[in-house]
């Protein structure tokens, strides 16, 4: 059974680099998606943005121009990093397997998700 | 940008069927899955690719997409299916959009 687990600082000033990793275990990371989703405290989900384990990836635009997502196959692990990041960019991060592909995707597999704060 | 839209609310009484809608422009003509968070947990896959249904998900949990709408039909509701349901589908651009979640009451 594939398990999934993010790690990461649960707190983060203003301004500054909200850094996440997931290591995925039981399965390769390898010949799937991976996707990273958030949940700000009682809202919905988020869809932030998804890499395949060639290092391809496809962001959410309202993202984008903070975000990158990056691969380490030979650790079994996929990578978060926002710049920037302001009291809105606090949430629960999950990541999960799954991305779009052949016309279709859906997330099948999910961490536990992690709370990331955004305080001074 | 594109966008799902969901019911807030949804109630329904124990054994009776709960119906959640999610509407989107031409949501019919994309795939469109379903997932169900529990308070304080995870969010779970319980339809995919509009239809199916993952390895241990009850029967019950069905789904349908045509025209703007998709819908996910929990036949017999049982206390243990109350929950938070969000749809899921993907824009012309691959990306990934959800509704903004039905929270599911059973009284």
């Known amino acids: 059974q594939v398990h999934l687990q993010e790690s990461g600082p649960g707190l983060v000033r203003p301004s500054e680099t909200l850094s996440l990793t997931c290591t995925v275990s039981?399965?390769?990371?390898?010949?799937?998606?991976w996707s990273w989703i958030r949940q700000p405290p009682g809202k919905g989900l988020e869809w932030i943005g998804y890499?395949?384990?060639?290092?391809?990836?496809n962001y959410n635009p309202s993202l984008k121009s903070r975000l990158t997502i990056s691969v380490d196959t030979s650790k079994n692990q996929f990578s978060l990093r926002l710049t920037s990041v302001t009291a809105a960019d606090t949430a629960v991060y999950y990541c999960a397997r799954g991305g779009y592909t052949y016309g279709q995707g859906y997330f099948d597999h999910w961490g536990q998700g992690t709370l990331v704060t955004v305080s001074s | 940008s594109y966008e799902l839209t969901q019911p807030p609310s949804v109630s329904v009484s124990p054994g009776q069927t709960a119906s959640i809608t999610c509407s989107g422009d031409?949501?019919?003509?994309?795939?469109a899955s379903w997932y169900q968070q529990k308070a304080g947990q995870s969010p779970v896959l319980v339809i995919h690719q509009d239809i199916k249904r993952p390895s241990g998900i009850p029967e019950r949990f069905s789904g349908s997409n045509s025209g703007n709408t998709a819908t996910l039909t929990i036949s017999g509701t049982q206390t243990m299916d109350e929950a938070d349901y969000y749809c899921?589908?993907?824009?012309?651009?691959?990306?990934?959009?959800f509704g903004g979640g039905t929270k599911l009451t059973v009284l």
């Open positions: 890499i395949f384990y060639t290092g391809s990836t």
């Open positions: 039981g399965g390769s990371i390898n010949d799937y998606y």
């Open positions: 031409k949501l019919g003509d994309k795939f």
């Open positions: 899921q589908a993907w824009d012309s651009s691959f990306v990934g959009v």
